[in-house]
């Protein structure tokens, strides 16, 4: 689903206002406009951290020539750009002639034109990070980093052009609305201009704190040569300095700097504290290039490509470690919240964890209904608030659980009163829920406010849970219905299987090397008989840490030890005539 719909409608107009800033700037006509973008020299894989950061996640496109994108790690945005609420005239695909790896080391986006209508018949591609996990935690800084070639074209011959390195929060994905959620664009240029703008949107639609639908922006900055070779283009969120910033960055050079200070806290919050996915794109058309002067038209040439040689992800500790949460802080807003229902649009789940009494989050009219928020890491839990609005639960728990699948009880009534309740609990978790049971009236469950206060720690027996939401790759996969990216989702309702033959595998890139305590395998029914658990430092030497010619299916929990970047379960026999089907593949550690 294509939940950045509005992104670009609000961007055009801050492009009209940075005409000004330009003025100052002035544009830097692109150099050698005849030089082949085949031409162009392989440029270094993602280079080492910068000091004082380590490398999360990266991807250097080591693909075959004419091979797409790796599933497991990437997904496609397709369809025609009228629906993307931007002015776009292009239809994304997933086609090979859009969007390729060119066997150097480069992903290619590439925009082509058939017919003889400028404004009509253009395809292009937009591919987004299946993990919504990038990000920084309090008192820590993150850094996204792209090495791009811009469409070699000119102002003369490349009005419509739209090329784009973003990203957005994760709580798109979950329900939060934009802008609200967060967009940081990283890289923007159009027509050919040779230029970049770094801008950020949050707060409401129209209007509110970062006026949109123009956001928060650099303006437009001079990128001389960004046409014919590569450069980086970078964004820091820093969670360790007080006010917290973002920065962006032009081959290294800090172009322009937003502090919290500009919108209110919550705002800011909602925008920036939660993780992000990572978006490229190559539009043609539509409202930001119209502000400067219009396009495709006639001499617009087709087969203009996007170059991307490595995209990186770098994480810091500010200070050394993350900085607790003043006492008696409420660590539920602002985070990541989600529910199993809302009645409306005007009720989002995110609306419990704003910090906004104004506001509140209803569900629909049945039993049972939750709400949940993810606190990012495990706390010790002292208290929980519920800002009841009339229509209340009478019977309810309050539940906790590291994982969002496992859940305990740390509080249960049968007799709630509604109101504005305080209840002092015990428990941990990164994950905590209220759950009802019996509503106290013929509406749903709403609440106004969610909050919980608690320090940082508690995590459960067999560490923190590692692979939600990173990277995941398998030898095969039976269908597109069930990719690999789906066993390490979270969600019990999408699966991986494979083709029905022996070995296969399904691995997890966990970012980093990491100490591994548990793994736990949610077979469906389609299970493995024999099989190993292996971890390896670069994904081609691996160590079994667990083995098994027994294997009983359902749900296993595995106590083992071992370390490493990637973590995958080998399968070499199975039970069944099927493949190999899992709901869940966790990997736990520290």
């Known amino acids: ?239 360790a300095k007080s006010p917290e910033e973002i920065r962006w960055y032009l081959d290294g050079v800090n172009y322009f700097t937003l502090p919290a200070t500009r919108v209110d806290a919550t705002t800011w919050a909602n925008a920036v504290h939660h993780p992000f996915f990572i978006i490229y794109d190559l539009a043609m058309g539509g409202g930001f290039p119209d502000a400067f002067g219009g396009g495709p038209n006639a001499s617009t040439i087709s087969g203009g490509q996007m170059n991307i040689d490595w995209v990186a992800v770098y994480n810091k500790k500010g200070g050394g470690t993350t900085s607790p949460p003043p006492a008696g802080a409420n660590i539920a807003q602002g985070k990541p919240t989600t529910a199993s229902s809302t009645e409306n649009a005007g009720s989002p789940a995110s609306a419990a964890t704003d910090g906004n009494t104004a506001t509140r989050w209803s569900s629909a009219f049945t039993d049972p209904q939750w709400l949940q928020v993810d606190l990012g890491q495990s706390y010790n839990l002292t208290s929980v608030n519920l800002n009841w609005e009339a229509a209340y639960a009478k019977a309810f728990q309050i539940q906790t659980s590291p994982d969002g699948t496992n859940w305990t009880n740390i509080y249960s009534t049968t007799s709630g009163t509604g109101g504005n309740q305080t209840l002092n609990v015990t428990g941990s978790g990164r994950y905590v829920r209220v759950y009802g049971t019996q509503r106290a009236t013929a509406y749903g469950y709403s609440l106004y406010e969610f909050g919980l206060t608690g320090t940082p720690g508690g995590g459960t027996s067999g560490g923190t849970l590692l692979s939600q939401g990173r990277p995941t790759t398998a030898s095969s996969t039976e269908n597109a219905a069930s990719p690999a990216a789906n066993a390490t989702d979270g969600n019990t309702a999408t699966r991986w299987s494979s083709a029905f033959t022996d070995p296969q595998w399904l691995r997890v890139d966990l970012g980093a090397t990491h100490a591994i305590s548990k793994v736990t395998l949610n077979w469906e029914a389609a299970y493995a008989k024999a099989f190993q658990v292996q971890t390896s430092a670069d994904g081609n030497t691996w160590t079994t840490i667990y083995s098994t010619t027994t294997g009983t299916g359902g749900n296993q929990t595995l106590n083992v030890t071992g370390s490493g970047r990637y973590v995958r379960v080998n399968g070499t026999q199975r039970a069944t005539a099927y493949g190999y089907s899992l709901y869940e593949f966790q990997v736990y550690g520290s």
């Open 1 to 239: 689903m294509r939940t950045r719909t509005p992104r670009r409608t609000r961007r055009w107009i801050a492009g009209a206002t940075a005409v000004a800033t330009l003025g100052l700037v002035g544009v830097i006509a692109v150099l050698n406009a005849g030089t082949s973008d085949a031409a162009q020299l392989a440029a270094p894989a993602s280079p080492a951290p910068p000091p004082g950061f380590t490398l999360t996640w990266s991807d250097e496109f080591g693909g075959a020539a004419g091979t797409g994108v790796n599933t497991g790690t990437w997904k496609y945005d397709t369809g025609p750009g009228s629906t993307f609420g931007t002015g776009e005239i292009e239809t994304m695909t997933n086609s090979t002639a859009n969007v390729f790896q060119d066997g150097a080391g480069h992903l290619v986006l590439r925009a082509l034109h058939s017919g003889t209508d400028p404004r009509a018949g253009w395809t292009s591609g937009r591919i987004e990070t299946q993990a919504a996990t990038f990000g920084a935690d309090a008192g820590d800084v993150v850094r996204m980093e792209s090495s791009i070639q811009q469409p070699n074209v000119t102002t003369a011959n490349g009005a419509g052009y739209w090329p784009a390195f973003w990203m957005l929060g994760s709580t798109l994905r979950t329900g939060t609305t934009w802008p609200t959620s967060g967009e940081v664009d990283i890289l923007e240029d159009i027509n050919g201009r040779s230029s970049v703008f770094g801008t950020l949107h949050c707060g409401v639609n129209p209007g509110g704190p970062c006026n949109e639908s123009t956001g928060i922006g650099s303006g437009e900055r001079a990128c001389a040569g960004c046409q014919t070779g590569y450069h980086t283009y970078a964004v820091e969120i820093d969670r």
